[in-house]
Structure formats: C-alpha cells, structure tokens
C-alpha cells in the first residue's frame, strides 16, 4: 500500500526515470556520499548517488562494487567534468552497470554523454543557464537538476526559488527535472512538485544520517549551525575562474583565500596553464574536505554544507530521514487549500 499516493503521484516520472520507490536523490557529497551512505538511501526507498570527485578508476571501481555488495537497489555515480581521467571512469561505470551517471561541475566533454549512453546508463546533467539545459537536454542528457546557491559545496549563483519559476514552466512538460538546494522538509519537496518538478535532490540532511561516515565532530558542527554560518567562498582572483563553494565559516575558509592567491601566482608565472590552475583547487578541496569529513578537523577542514543545514538537528537513519520527507510532503499536499 502506498502511503504517499499525492506525493507518488506528483513524483510518478522522476520515480519511473530513477528506479526507486521515491524521486528524492542523494546529492553527491565527496567523502560522504560513499557506499555506507549510498545504499542506505537506496534501501531506504531514495536514490543514492557515490560521489567520484578526485577518485582514481581503481578506487571508484572497488567503490561501486562495495555498494553493489551492500543493495540490490539503483543508485547512481556522480563525475567531475573535468576529472583528467572521465573517459576510464565512464568504462568503469559501464562495467558494473551502473543505471545512471551525474555528470557535474561543468560542460561535460565532448564524447562524454555518448559514452556514457553507450553503455546503457542515463545521464544526468547540471545547467545554470536555461539556454544551455535546453542544449543539453536536446543533445542527449535524459534528466537536469536545477540547483540553487542554497545547496552546499560548488554553487551556482541564482536562488533554487528563481531557478524553478524559470527552468520549470520552460522544461517540466518535456523533461525530467529534479530541483536542488535549501531543500530541508517535505514542505519543500511539495511545493517545487507542484510547480512541475519530477522529484528531488537534497545532501545537506543527509550528511549526518546515521549511516553517514561523516566524524562525529563534522556533524556536530551541523546540529549547531545557523542556516547564515553557511557562507559562499570569496572569488579572488578574476582570472581564475573558481566556481564559489559553500561552506561553514572557520579557519579553512580563509586558507582557501590564501590558496587562490598561490594559484593565481602560478598561473601569473606561467608555471600552469588554466585546467591545471583549477584542477590545483579542485584538490585543495578534496583534501580540506577528507579532513574535515573523515578525521574531523572542524577547524581547518572544508565544511561543505547548504544554508538547510539549520534543519539538521538530530542524526537519524537515512530511512527515517526519507520517510519523515514523504510524510511532511503528503500532510503539505492534503491542506484544504490546495485540494482543487
């Protein structure tokens, strides 16, 4: 028996395109979003997605295996645009027969959609303009997530509110759309369905679910946090193009000034070009994120987290977390107001 038949009925194509019992996936989280955490989004009814980031093949390999090992559920592999190494990464998903792969942090390479549809995945894509959703979509994403400057870690710069008025009436009829960013309740969830929205993504209230390997310090500084300690990284140089993250506010976010200042140097010196200067920071991250995420450095470590972080309170089950999400979305959708 359904027990969210309004909720199920709005989310009916994003639960058709992934595959789970609900359209609500996991954004993808580096050193987070691995199989503990994964498959227990996916058992949990959601959609989880393992964030490759900087991982070489052989560790994203042992990474998907270890997860299939752990659910027989979808789930989904997130990939970096511009990891130097996609093409293999795309193969590797394509071995274990991955259903679907996020492809984020930029236009993704040419070839890389065709790869990935090749070996029977769906591809997922990013857009912040709807120009280029429009392009990618047209020339073979199969769904878009729309993420607003809310969510945590690399953002763009438009609201989640302003990106759905603009995206969905535009997208919504023709295509597969989840909406990302500040999304914390099922309230949330309810209204974005409403305005079209096939389903969901949400990481920051997942990041400090009890399967989450996050220390026990990183989510501490969760529960404490105010939706405004969640602060948007600072562009420093111009010439860099550094797509602004954001962050809990300590001493790592003033480090990471400090690393723009460096790379700039560099590519000032002529010592890199342009890929490398960005791929210099990507790096920075992956390391400030690993020390704040798995040895719990919560001082010099990147705390990645989106402005929602002020409705993690509690650590709970990624279960309890999704159906808590589906019941507040059915109350939401059951107000006398909204029945037509």
Request: hydrophobic share 45%.
């Amino acid at each position: 028996m359904n027990n969210y038949p309004k909720t199920s009925a709005l989310m009916a194509r994003g639960i058709e395109f992934l595959g789970s019992e609900h359209a609500i996936m996991c954004g993808a989280m580096s050193w987070v979003s691995e199989r503990n955490l994964v498959s227990a989004i996916s058992n949990g009814g959601g959609f989880g997605v393992i964030a490759c980031g900087a991982m070489t093949p052989e560790l994203l390999d042992a990474e998907i295996a270890a997860t299939k090992a752990m659910t027989d559920k979808p789930f989904g592999v997130n990939l970096i645009t511009m990891h130097p190494q996609i093409f293999e990464l795309i193969d590797i998903c394509g071995k274990h027969g991955v259903s679907h792969v996020v492809l984020a942090g930029g236009i993704p390479p040419k070839g890389s959609v065709e790869a990935i549809k090749g070996h029977g995945a769906k591809v997922i894509v990013f857009a912040p303009t709807l120009a280029l959703a429009k392009k990618l979509l047209r020339s073979g994403a199969d769904a878009l997530v729309i993420e607003g400057s809310e969510a945590g870690g690399h953002i763009g710069p438009v609201s989640t509110s302003v990106l759905a008025q603009e995206f969905l009436p535009a997208l919504a009829e023709e295509f597969v759309v989840f909406v990302a960013g500040g999304i914390g309740t099922g309230d949330m969830i309810a209204a974005y369905l409403e305005m079209g929205a096939s389903g969901v993504q949400l990481g920051t209230r997942f990041a400090c679910a009890a399967e989450s390997i996050a220390h026990a310090d990183f989510k501490k500084a969760f529960f404490r946090a105010k939706a405004r300690d969640a602060e948007m990284s600072v562009q420093v140089d111009p010439r860099l193009p550094v797509i602004p993250v954001r962050a809990l506010k300590n001493k790592g976010t003033e480090e990471f000034t400090a690393k723009q200042r460096e790379v700039a140097k560099m590519l000032d010196d002529g010592k890199v070009d342009m890929l490398e200067a960005q791929l210099e920071i990507e790096h920075f991250w992956a390391g400030a994120l690993r020390r704040a995420v798995v040895d719990g450095d919560v001082e010099s470590g990147s705390m990645m987290a989106g402005q929602s972080v002020s409705l993690v309170t509690e650590e709970e089950p990624a279960a309890d977390i999704i159906a808590k999400l589906m019941e507040q979305s059915e109350v939401a959708l059951k107000r006398p107001s909204r029945a037509g």
